[in-house]
Protein backbone atom coordinates (compact mmCIF):
# COMPACT_ATOMS: atom_id res chain seq x y z
CA UNK A 1 0.00 0.00 0.00
CA UNK A 2 1.28 3.64 -1.05
CA UNK A 3 1.91 5.86 2.03
CA UNK A 4 -0.58 8.48 0.14
CA UNK A 5 -3.74 5.87 0.20
CA UNK A 6 -2.41 4.66 3.95
CA UNK A 7 -2.73 8.28 4.84
CA UNK A 8 -5.99 8.88 3.22
CA UNK A 9 -7.82 5.82 4.69
CA UNK A 10 -6.57 6.98 8.29
CA UNK A 11 -8.11 10.09 7.47
CA UNK A 12 -11.23 8.52 6.10
CA UNK A 13 -11.66 6.24 9.40
CA UNK A 14 -10.76 9.34 11.81
CA UNK A 15 -13.91 10.77 10.00
CA UNK A 16 -16.01 7.94 11.10
CA UNK A 17 -16.11 5.86 7.88
CA UNK A 18 -15.52 2.56 6.85
CA UNK A 19 -14.30 1.41 3.62
CA UNK A 20 -15.15 -2.35 2.51
CA UNK A 21 -12.50 -4.69 0.94
CA UNK A 22 -13.84 -4.74 -2.15
CA UNK A 23 -13.64 -0.62 -2.53
CA UNK A 24 -10.59 -0.68 -0.82
CA UNK A 25 -8.62 -3.38 -3.47
CA UNK A 26 -10.54 -1.18 -6.33
CA UNK A 27 -8.62 2.30 -4.71
CA UNK A 28 -5.36 0.58 -4.74
CA UNK A 29 -5.63 -0.35 -8.12
CA UNK A 30 -6.25 3.22 -9.23
CA UNK A 31 -4.48 5.05 -6.77
CA UNK A 32 -2.08 6.21 -9.10
CA UNK A 33 -4.42 7.15 -11.83
CA UNK A 34 -6.73 9.03 -9.63
CA UNK A 35 -6.46 12.25 -6.73
CA UNK A 36 -7.85 9.86 -4.14
CA UNK A 37 -8.47 12.59 -1.72
CA UNK A 38 -10.96 14.05 -4.07
CA UNK A 39 -12.26 10.83 -4.67
CA UNK A 40 -12.91 10.40 -1.56
CA UNK A 41 -14.19 13.99 -0.36
CA UNK A 42 -16.64 13.79 -3.78
CA UNK A 43 -17.75 9.94 -1.87
CA UNK A 44 -18.73 11.36 1.56
CA UNK A 45 -20.60 14.35 0.20
CA UNK A 46 -23.00 11.86 -1.34
CA UNK A 47 -23.22 9.95 1.48
CA UNK A 48 -26.29 10.65 4.48
CA UNK A 49 -26.41 8.80 7.39
CA UNK A 50 -25.14 5.82 5.39
CA UNK A 51 -20.90 5.38 7.04
CA UNK A 52 -19.70 2.53 4.92
CA UNK A 53 -18.22 3.81 1.48
CA UNK A 54 -18.77 0.41 -1.26
CA UNK A 55 -17.22 -0.38 -4.05
CA UNK A 56 -20.02 1.09 -5.99
CA UNK A 57 -19.77 4.22 -4.77
CA UNK A 58 -16.29 4.17 -6.32
CA UNK A 59 -17.63 3.04 -9.60
CA UNK A 60 -20.14 5.62 -9.23
CA UNK A 61 -17.59 8.50 -9.22
CA UNK A 62 -15.50 7.17 -11.96
CA UNK A 63 -18.34 7.03 -14.08
CA UNK A 64 -18.95 10.50 -13.63
CA UNK A 65 -14.93 11.38 -13.98
CA UNK A 66 -15.08 9.47 -17.50
CA UNK A 67 -18.20 11.18 -18.83
CA UNK A 68 -16.69 14.66 -18.23
CA UNK A 69 -13.52 13.73 -19.26
CA UNK A 70 -15.38 12.37 -22.65
CA UNK A 71 -17.98 15.87 -22.81
CA UNK A 72 -14.63 17.85 -22.33
CA UNK A 73 -13.57 15.70 -25.44
CA UNK A 74 -16.60 16.17 -27.67
CA UNK A 75 -16.32 20.18 -26.78
CA UNK A 76 -12.86 20.21 -28.18
CA UNK A 77 -13.83 17.83 -31.30
CA UNK A 78 -16.60 20.65 -32.31
CA UNK A 79 -15.12 23.23 -31.95
CA UNK A 80 -14.84 24.54 -35.50
CA UNK A 81 -17.15 27.33 -36.05
CA UNK A 82 -21.14 27.25 -36.95
CA UNK A 83 -21.52 25.89 -40.83
CA UNK A 84 -25.08 27.36 -41.91
CA UNK A 85 -26.60 29.35 -44.92
CA UNK A 86 -30.02 31.32 -44.54
CA UNK A 87 -31.46 30.50 -47.91
CA UNK A 88 -34.51 32.74 -47.71
CA UNK A 89 -35.39 34.96 -45.65
CA UNK A 90 -38.19 37.19 -46.96
CA UNK A 91 -37.00 41.62 -46.01
CA UNK A 92 -39.04 42.60 -48.98
CA UNK A 93 -41.80 42.05 -51.19
CA UNK A 94 -44.10 43.58 -54.04
CA UNK A 95 -47.74 43.61 -52.86
CA UNK A 96 -50.09 44.80 -55.05
CA UNK A 97 -53.68 46.04 -54.03
CA UNK A 98 -57.06 44.54 -55.29
CA UNK A 99 -58.14 41.72 -57.55
CA UNK A 100 -54.85 42.34 -59.65
CA UNK A 101 -52.89 41.08 -57.03
CA UNK A 102 -54.05 38.05 -56.05
CA UNK A 103 -54.84 37.58 -59.88
CA UNK A 104 -50.59 37.98 -60.06
CA UNK A 105 -50.17 36.23 -57.18
CA UNK A 106 -52.41 32.82 -58.45
CA UNK A 107 -50.54 33.08 -61.70
CA UNK A 108 -47.18 33.23 -60.10
CA UNK A 109 -48.28 29.57 -57.80
CA UNK A 110 -49.49 28.31 -61.14
CA UNK A 111 -46.35 29.18 -63.13
CA UNK A 112 -43.85 27.80 -60.50
CA UNK A 113 -46.14 24.21 -59.81
CA UNK A 114 -45.99 24.00 -63.43
CA UNK A 115 -42.27 24.38 -64.00
CA UNK A 116 -41.94 21.70 -61.05
CA UNK A 117 -44.51 19.01 -63.07
CA UNK A 118 -42.48 20.03 -66.28
CA UNK A 119 -38.95 19.48 -65.17
CA UNK A 120 -40.36 15.33 -64.68
CA UNK A 121 -39.60 12.41 -67.09
CA UNK A 122 -43.56 11.74 -67.21
CA UNK A 123 -44.22 15.63 -67.72
CA UNK A 124 -44.93 14.76 -71.94
CA UNK A 125 -48.05 15.78 -72.89
CA UNK A 126 -49.31 17.98 -70.88
CA UNK A 127 -52.37 20.56 -72.30
CA UNK A 128 -53.85 23.72 -71.51
CA UNK A 129 -57.67 23.44 -70.53
CA UNK A 130 -58.69 25.35 -73.66
CA UNK A 131 -57.17 22.30 -75.53
CA UNK A 132 -59.40 20.03 -74.16
CA UNK A 133 -61.59 17.72 -77.03
CA UNK A 134 -64.31 15.53 -76.44
CA UNK A 135 -62.45 12.71 -78.81
CA UNK A 136 -59.55 11.71 -76.48
CA UNK A 137 -58.58 11.83 -72.99
CA UNK A 138 -56.12 14.49 -72.48
CA UNK A 139 -53.24 15.67 -69.00
CA UNK A 140 -54.55 18.86 -68.07
CA UNK A 141 -52.79 21.21 -64.78
CA UNK A 142 -54.87 23.12 -63.33
CA UNK A 143 -55.47 25.29 -60.15
CA UNK A 144 -58.65 24.18 -58.38
CA UNK A 145 -60.94 26.34 -58.48
CA UNK A 146 -64.00 24.50 -56.08
CA UNK A 147 -64.77 21.01 -55.86
CA UNK A 148 -67.87 18.92 -54.65
CA UNK A 149 -67.22 15.63 -53.03
CA UNK A 150 -70.62 13.27 -52.98
CA UNK A 151 -71.24 9.76 -52.33
CA UNK A 152 -69.61 7.66 -55.27
CA UNK A 153 -68.84 11.15 -57.26
CA UNK A 154 -66.85 14.03 -57.19
CA UNK A 155 -66.79 16.86 -59.70
CA UNK A 156 -63.93 19.64 -59.87
CA UNK A 157 -63.85 23.25 -61.44
CA UNK A 158 -59.94 23.51 -62.73
CA UNK A 159 -58.46 26.57 -64.00
CA UNK A 160 -55.73 28.04 -65.99
CA UNK A 161 -54.58 30.72 -67.92
CA UNK A 162 -56.71 29.57 -70.63
CA UNK A 163 -59.98 28.90 -69.09
CA UNK A 164 -61.82 27.24 -67.01
CA UNK A 165 -63.39 23.66 -66.98
CA UNK A 166 -65.59 21.30 -64.74
CA UNK A 167 -65.43 17.37 -64.71
CA UNK A 168 -66.61 15.04 -62.69
CA UNK A 169 -64.85 11.43 -61.17
CA UNK A 170 -66.82 8.35 -60.54
CA UNK A 171 -63.78 5.84 -59.63
CA UNK A 172 -63.73 5.48 -56.01
CA UNK A 173 -59.80 5.79 -55.59
CA UNK A 174 -59.69 9.38 -57.79
CA UNK A 175 -63.02 10.41 -55.23
CA UNK A 176 -61.04 10.01 -52.38
CA UNK A 177 -57.69 11.55 -54.15
CA UNK A 178 -59.85 14.90 -54.63
CA UNK A 179 -60.79 14.49 -50.84
CA UNK A 180 -57.32 15.32 -49.86
CA UNK A 181 -56.83 17.97 -52.65
CA UNK A 182 -56.77 21.23 -50.74
CA UNK A 183 -58.26 24.03 -52.46
CA UNK A 184 -56.52 26.02 -54.93
CA UNK A 185 -53.94 23.77 -55.45
CA UNK A 186 -52.11 22.86 -58.30
CA UNK A 187 -53.24 19.55 -60.21
CA UNK A 188 -52.58 17.15 -62.94
CA UNK A 189 -56.13 15.41 -64.22
CA UNK A 190 -56.24 13.25 -67.09
CA UNK A 191 -59.60 14.09 -68.35
CA UNK A 192 -62.02 12.28 -71.39
CA UNK A 193 -65.20 13.27 -72.06
CA UNK A 194 -68.38 11.03 -71.23
CA UNK A 195 -71.73 10.38 -71.68
CA UNK A 196 -74.25 13.87 -72.20
CA UNK A 197 -70.98 16.35 -72.62
CA UNK A 198 -70.32 15.50 -68.91
CA UNK A 199 -66.40 15.64 -68.81
CA UNK A 200 -64.79 12.28 -66.81
CA UNK A 201 -61.70 12.56 -64.67
CA UNK A 202 -59.80 9.19 -64.57
CA UNK A 203 -56.73 10.53 -62.40
CA UNK A 204 -55.99 13.17 -60.27
CA UNK A 205 -52.66 13.84 -58.52
CA UNK A 206 -51.14 16.50 -56.96
CA UNK A 207 -47.36 18.06 -57.78
CA UNK A 208 -46.09 16.13 -54.37
CA UNK A 209 -42.38 15.68 -54.00
CA UNK A 210 -39.98 12.58 -55.29
CA UNK A 211 -38.46 10.02 -53.18
CA UNK A 212 -34.91 11.59 -52.28
CA UNK A 213 -31.99 10.88 -50.38
CA UNK A 214 -32.03 13.32 -47.27
CA UNK A 215 -28.88 15.97 -47.10
CA UNK A 216 -26.80 14.96 -43.32
CA UNK A 217 -24.04 16.90 -41.57
CA UNK A 218 -20.54 15.41 -41.80
CA UNK A 219 -19.78 15.73 -38.12
CA UNK A 220 -22.27 14.72 -35.26
CA UNK A 221 -23.70 17.94 -34.44
CA UNK A 222 -27.93 18.05 -33.13
CA UNK A 223 -30.33 21.09 -33.48
CA UNK A 224 -32.90 21.56 -30.84
CA UNK A 225 -36.52 22.67 -32.65
CA UNK A 226 -39.32 24.40 -31.03
CA UNK A 227 -41.90 26.82 -31.08
CA UNK A 228 -44.50 28.65 -29.04
CA UNK A 229 -43.30 29.57 -25.93
CA UNK A 230 -45.53 32.43 -25.52
CA UNK A 231 -43.21 34.36 -23.17
CA UNK A 232 -45.55 37.17 -21.36
CA UNK A 233 -48.89 34.21 -21.18
CA UNK A 234 -49.52 33.53 -17.68
CA UNK A 235 -49.30 29.74 -19.25
CA UNK A 236 -45.78 30.09 -20.30
CA UNK A 237 -44.21 27.22 -18.58
CA UNK A 238 -40.57 29.15 -17.66
CA UNK A 239 -39.58 26.85 -14.63
CA UNK A 240 -39.46 24.20 -17.42
CA UNK A 241 -37.57 26.93 -19.96
CA UNK A 242 -34.88 27.44 -17.48
CA UNK A 243 -34.20 23.59 -16.90
CA UNK A 244 -33.69 23.32 -20.14
CA UNK A 245 -31.68 26.58 -20.45
CA UNK A 246 -29.18 24.97 -17.25
CA UNK A 247 -29.09 21.45 -19.17
CA UNK A 248 -27.75 23.52 -21.80
CA UNK A 249 -24.87 25.31 -19.93
CA UNK A 250 -24.23 21.53 -17.75
CA UNK A 251 -23.35 19.70 -20.84
CA UNK A 252 -23.60 16.78 -19.10
CA UNK A 253 -24.33 14.71 -21.37
CA UNK A 254 -23.40 13.79 -25.13
CA UNK A 255 -26.79 15.46 -26.89
CA UNK A 256 -25.98 18.47 -24.41
CA UNK A 257 -22.27 18.68 -25.67
CA UNK A 258 -22.84 18.65 -29.63
CA UNK A 259 -25.85 20.94 -29.38
CA UNK A 260 -25.16 24.16 -32.07
CA UNK A 261 -28.59 25.22 -32.81
CA UNK A 262 -31.59 26.37 -31.68
CA UNK A 263 -34.54 26.98 -33.85
CA UNK A 264 -38.19 28.94 -32.54
CA UNK A 265 -40.76 28.35 -35.13
CA UNK A 266 -43.04 31.34 -34.14
CA UNK A 267 -44.70 32.54 -31.38
CA UNK A 268 -41.70 32.86 -29.29
CA UNK A 269 -44.01 35.40 -27.00
CA UNK A 270 -47.80 35.64 -26.88
CA UNK A 271 -48.01 39.14 -27.76
CA UNK A 272 -50.66 41.93 -26.76
CA UNK A 273 -54.68 41.98 -28.81
CA UNK A 274 -54.26 38.68 -30.55
CA UNK A 275 -57.94 37.44 -29.13
CA UNK A 276 -60.31 39.05 -27.38
CA UNK A 277 -59.89 39.20 -23.31
CA UNK A 278 -56.42 38.00 -23.96
CA UNK A 279 -55.00 40.74 -21.23
CA UNK A 280 -56.88 38.56 -18.62
CA UNK A 281 -54.20 35.55 -19.20
CA UNK A 282 -51.52 37.85 -19.67
CA UNK A 283 -48.45 38.27 -16.87
CA UNK A 284 -46.92 40.99 -19.48
CA UNK A 285 -49.20 43.07 -21.11
CA UNK A 286 -46.66 45.35 -23.39
CA UNK A 287 -45.06 43.59 -26.47
CA UNK A 288 -41.64 45.29 -26.04
CA UNK A 289 -41.53 44.02 -22.32
CA UNK A 290 -42.52 40.37 -23.23
CA UNK A 291 -39.49 40.82 -26.29
CA UNK A 292 -37.09 42.14 -23.64
CA UNK A 293 -37.96 39.03 -21.43
CA UNK A 294 -37.49 36.32 -24.14
CA UNK A 295 -33.94 38.29 -24.37
CA UNK A 296 -33.15 37.52 -20.95
CA UNK A 297 -33.78 34.17 -21.15
CA UNK A 298 -32.27 33.65 -24.61
CA UNK A 299 -28.62 35.19 -23.51
CA UNK A 300 -28.88 32.80 -20.94
CA UNK A 301 -27.97 30.10 -23.83
CA UNK A 302 -24.69 29.32 -24.23
CA UNK A 303 -22.89 31.89 -26.69
CA UNK A 304 -22.08 28.97 -29.59
CA UNK A 305 -25.86 28.06 -30.11
CA UNK A 306 -26.66 29.76 -32.85
CA UNK A 307 -30.75 30.79 -32.51
CA UNK A 308 -32.89 31.15 -35.30
CA UNK A 309 -36.18 33.35 -34.66
CA UNK A 310 -39.16 33.28 -37.04
CA UNK A 311 -42.47 34.70 -36.32
CA UNK A 312 -45.86 33.25 -35.82
CA UNK A 313 -49.48 34.76 -35.08
CA UNK A 314 -48.64 36.51 -32.53
CA UNK A 315 -45.68 38.48 -33.00
CA UNK A 316 -45.85 42.00 -33.88
CA UNK A 317 -44.91 42.05 -37.57
CA UNK A 318 -48.56 41.84 -40.31
CA UNK A 319 -50.84 38.56 -39.94
CA UNK A 320 -50.97 38.08 -43.79
CA UNK A 321 -48.12 35.61 -44.74
CA UNK A 322 -45.48 35.86 -46.25
CA UNK A 323 -44.58 37.41 -42.78
CA UNK A 324 -41.40 39.65 -42.67
CA UNK A 325 -38.73 39.16 -39.85
CA UNK A 326 -39.63 41.09 -36.40
CA UNK A 327 -38.03 44.26 -37.14
CA UNK A 328 -37.97 48.03 -35.59
CA UNK A 329 -37.61 48.85 -32.39
CA UNK A 330 -39.25 45.41 -31.19
CA UNK A 331 -36.20 43.65 -32.39
CA UNK A 332 -33.54 46.12 -30.73
CA UNK A 333 -32.84 43.71 -27.96
CA UNK A 334 -32.72 40.75 -29.71
CA UNK A 335 -30.25 42.10 -32.49
CA UNK A 336 -27.92 42.50 -29.31
CA UNK A 337 -27.46 38.98 -29.27
CA UNK A 338 -25.05 38.57 -31.87
CA UNK A 339 -26.01 34.40 -31.86
CA UNK A 340 -29.47 35.38 -32.78
CA UNK A 341 -30.97 35.95 -36.37
CA UNK A 342 -34.28 36.88 -36.87
CA UNK A 343 -35.79 35.47 -40.06
CA UNK A 344 -39.20 35.53 -42.04
CA UNK A 345 -42.46 33.07 -41.42
CA UNK A 346 -41.61 31.21 -43.96
CA UNK A 347 -37.68 30.90 -43.97
CA UNK A 348 -35.12 28.31 -45.47
CA UNK A 349 -31.99 27.20 -43.61
CA UNK A 350 -28.37 25.32 -44.91
CA UNK A 351 -27.60 23.94 -41.24
CA UNK A 352 -24.65 22.23 -41.53
CA UNK A 353 -25.78 21.07 -45.29
CA UNK A 354 -29.03 19.92 -44.59
CA UNK A 355 -31.80 21.84 -45.77
CA UNK A 356 -34.83 23.00 -43.11
CA UNK A 357 -37.47 24.62 -44.21
CA UNK A 358 -38.93 26.90 -41.20
CA UNK A 359 -43.00 28.09 -41.53
CA UNK A 360 -45.18 28.60 -38.20
CA UNK A 361 -47.71 26.64 -39.62
CA UNK A 362 -51.05 28.77 -39.18
CA UNK A 363 -52.31 27.04 -42.36
CA UNK A 364 -52.02 23.61 -41.01
CA UNK A 365 -55.81 24.75 -39.82
CA UNK A 366 -57.13 25.01 -42.57
CA UNK A 367 -55.76 21.60 -44.18
CA UNK A 368 -57.30 19.79 -40.88
CA UNK A 369 -60.73 21.71 -41.25
CA UNK A 370 -60.99 20.38 -45.30
CA UNK A 371 -59.66 17.05 -45.24
CA UNK A 372 -61.05 14.09 -44.03
CA UNK A 373 -59.47 12.07 -41.91
CA UNK A 374 -56.84 14.64 -40.51
CA UNK A 375 -56.55 15.96 -36.98
CA UNK A 376 -55.00 18.43 -34.51
CA UNK A 377 -53.49 15.71 -33.04
CA UNK A 378 -51.24 14.43 -36.00
CA UNK A 379 -50.58 17.85 -37.05
CA UNK A 380 -47.54 16.14 -39.29
CA UNK A 381 -49.81 14.51 -41.27
CA UNK A 382 -51.30 17.78 -42.17
CA UNK A 383 -47.48 19.04 -43.08
CA UNK A 384 -47.60 16.28 -45.78
CA UNK A 385 -50.50 17.18 -47.36
CA UNK A 386 -48.72 20.98 -47.81
CA UNK A 387 -45.99 19.04 -49.02
CA UNK A 388 -47.90 16.97 -51.43
CA UNK A 389 -49.72 20.44 -52.47
CA UNK A 390 -45.64 21.91 -52.80
CA UNK A 391 -47.43 24.91 -51.31
CA UNK A 392 -47.27 26.32 -47.30
CA UNK A 393 -50.72 28.02 -47.35
CA UNK A 394 -52.91 26.71 -50.39
CA UNK A 395 -56.20 27.26 -49.52
CA UNK A 396 -57.54 30.82 -50.05
CA UNK A 397 -59.84 32.61 -48.37
CA UNK A 398 -60.23 30.67 -44.79
CA UNK A 399 -57.86 31.62 -41.36
CA UNK A 400 -55.09 31.71 -43.15
CA UNK A 401 -54.34 35.68 -44.50
CA UNK A 402 -52.24 35.53 -47.38
CA UNK A 403 -50.47 38.54 -49.16
CA UNK A 404 -51.99 39.73 -52.80
CA UNK A 405 -47.88 39.72 -53.70
CA UNK A 406 -46.17 39.97 -57.33
CA UNK A 407 -44.80 36.15 -56.40
CA UNK A 408 -46.06 33.39 -55.03
CA UNK A 409 -42.92 32.87 -52.06
CA UNK A 410 -45.24 29.83 -50.27
CA UNK A 411 -44.29 27.26 -52.98
CA UNK A 412 -41.91 24.36 -51.75
CA UNK A 413 -39.15 25.46 -54.97
CA UNK A 414 -36.91 23.05 -53.14
CA UNK A 415 -37.21 19.77 -51.32
CA UNK A 416 -36.51 19.94 -47.80
CA UNK A 417 -34.48 17.70 -45.73
CA UNK A 418 -36.37 18.73 -42.59
CA UNK A 419 -39.88 20.54 -42.26
CA UNK A 420 -40.12 22.49 -38.96
CA UNK A 421 -43.36 23.61 -38.11
CA UNK A 422 -45.82 24.78 -34.84
CA UNK A 423 -49.01 26.95 -34.02
CA UNK A 424 -51.16 23.83 -32.95
CA UNK A 425 -48.79 23.24 -29.55
CA UNK A 426 -48.70 19.38 -30.46
CA UNK A 427 -45.25 17.72 -30.60
CA UNK A 428 -45.70 14.93 -33.84
CA UNK A 429 -43.32 14.19 -36.68
CA UNK A 430 -43.55 11.67 -40.07
CA UNK A 431 -41.24 10.84 -42.41
CA UNK A 432 -42.36 11.23 -45.61
CA UNK A 433 -39.88 10.56 -49.17
CA UNK A 434 -36.74 11.07 -47.34
CA UNK A 435 -38.08 14.28 -45.64
CA UNK A 436 -38.19 14.40 -41.59
CA UNK A 437 -41.59 16.83 -40.52
CA UNK A 438 -41.57 17.73 -37.18
CA UNK A 439 -44.08 20.03 -35.41
CA UNK A 440 -42.42 20.82 -32.04
CA UNK A 441 -44.93 21.09 -29.59
CA UNK A 442 -45.37 24.06 -27.44
CA UNK A 443 -43.68 25.90 -23.56
CA UNK A 444 -47.42 26.63 -22.59
CA UNK A 445 -49.89 24.79 -20.76
CA UNK A 446 -53.43 24.59 -21.97
CA UNK A 447 -54.88 27.71 -22.05
CA UNK A 448 -58.86 28.36 -22.02
CA UNK A 449 -59.09 28.72 -25.65
CA UNK A 450 -57.78 24.58 -25.80
CA UNK A 451 -59.69 23.16 -22.94
CA UNK A 452 -62.95 24.67 -24.83
CA UNK A 453 -61.65 22.96 -28.12
CA UNK A 454 -60.31 19.64 -26.34
CA UNK A 455 -57.25 20.46 -27.81
CA UNK A 456 -54.47 19.03 -25.40
CA UNK A 457 -50.83 20.81 -26.12
CA UNK A 458 -47.69 18.37 -25.04
CA UNK A 459 -45.66 21.17 -23.42
CA UNK A 460 -41.81 21.28 -22.43
CA UNK A 461 -41.15 18.27 -24.60
CA UNK A 462 -38.16 19.54 -26.77
CA UNK A 463 -37.21 17.84 -29.86
CA UNK A 464 -33.40 17.65 -30.97
CA UNK A 465 -32.26 16.12 -34.45
CA UNK A 466 -29.03 14.52 -35.00
CA UNK A 467 -28.17 16.17 -37.98
CA UNK A 468 -25.71 13.90 -38.75
CA UNK A 469 -28.44 10.82 -39.07
CA UNK A 470 -31.79 13.00 -38.83
CA UNK A 471 -32.36 11.06 -35.83
CA UNK A 472 -34.46 12.83 -33.28
CA UNK A 473 -34.53 12.17 -29.55
CA UNK A 474 -36.91 14.11 -27.05
CA UNK A 475 -36.34 15.43 -23.91
CA UNK A 476 -38.68 16.49 -21.17
CA UNK A 477 -38.69 19.18 -19.29
CA UNK A 478 -42.06 19.43 -18.23
CA UNK A 479 -41.31 18.59 -14.34
CA UNK A 480 -37.45 20.27 -14.88
CA UNK A 481 -35.69 16.57 -15.44
CA UNK A 482 -34.02 15.55 -18.62
CA UNK A 483 -35.64 12.83 -19.70
CA UNK A 484 -34.40 11.38 -23.18
CA UNK A 485 -37.32 9.29 -25.55
CA UNK A 486 -36.87 8.44 -29.27
CA UNK A 487 -39.76 10.44 -30.56
CA UNK A 488 -40.91 7.88 -33.09
CA UNK A 489 -41.35 5.71 -30.40
CA UNK A 490 -43.47 8.53 -28.39
CA UNK A 491 -46.02 8.70 -31.48
CA UNK A 492 -45.90 5.52 -33.31
CA UNK A 493 -47.83 4.46 -36.20
Not at 109 to 123: A, G
Not at 237 to 256: C, M
Not at 324 to 349: D, M, Q, Y
Amino acid sequence: MSDILAQIIRETVAKGYQIEPKAFDLLRKIAESVDLAGLINEVIKQKSNDRTIREEDIQRFLIKKERKESIEEIAREIEEPPNFKILLNINKLKVLTGAVGYQRLFSSRYQKLLNLIKKRVDSSNLHTISEISSDRSIRVAGLVYSKNVRRGSATVVLEDETGKIEATAFDSSVVRSIQEIPLDSLVVATISSGKRNIFIIESINLPDVPEHIPNTSKRKIYAALTSDLHVGSKFFLKDAFQAFIKWLNRREDEVAARLRYLLICGDAIDGVGVYPNQDKELTISDVTKQITELTNLLEQIPSYIQIFICPGNHEPVRQAQPQPPISGSFAEPLTKLPNVHLLSNPAWLEVEGVKILMYHGRSLEDIVATTPGLSVERPALAMRSLLKARHLAPIYGRRTPILPAEEDLLVIEEIPDIFHSGHVHILDSERYRGCLLINTGTWQMQTSYQLNMGITPTPAILPIVDLSTLQVVTMDFSKQETKQQDLEQTHPE
